[in-house]
């Protein structure tokens, strides 16, 4: 286990890492911009439309594979004697995005609902510069739940 991963174990801590992961997600849709924002913003507003409380049901499934994702990075973080969790994040940006996307791919081929999977089939192509973009808030996250 590891310092994300430990920290599901407590109900109240799960709680607050998928609320505050549902307001990354909420803040990295509403700052998209031009064309790709477009379809972000009516991608996400079809699943949410579709499925209410599609998003945080979701983050609290796939939360405990995500810490285990993100816990590597972390500890080769601390490893190399912490500093700026923000900077390591954006720095280590595109292997960071492909082992979360990792889920969510294997998650989305599994997905039942159609609107669901045609969206993320929709956005899977820019799937690692829209998470890229996200290490910031994610880093952010990590460093209020973690340290």
């Known amino acids: 286990m590891g310092a994300l991963s430990d920290l599901l174990k407590d109900p109240a801590k799960r709680r607050a890492i998928v609320t505050d992961g549902v307001g990354v997600i909420e803040a990295e849709v509403g700052d998209k911009r031009g ?59 595109d292997a960071i995005a492909n082992a979360l996307l990792s ?6 081929q599994k997905a039942d609902n159609r609107v669901v999977r045609k969206a993320y089939e929709k956005l899977r192509p820019q799937g690692v510069q829209h998470t890229v973009a996200a290490m910031p808030r994610l880093a952010g996250l990590v460093s209020k739940h973690v340290g």
């Open 35 to 93: 064309m790709t924002g477009v379809a972000v913003k009516a991608a996400y507003g079809a699943v949410k439309k579709v499925k209410p409380g599609f998003v945080p049901s979701a983050l609290d499934h796939l939360m405990p594979a995500f810490a285990d994702q993100i816990d590597p990075f972390y500890d080769d973080y601390k490893a190399k004697g912490g500093g700026d969790l923000r900077a390591y994040f954006v720095k280590n940006g």
């Open 103 to 108: 889920i969510t791919d294997g998650r989305a």
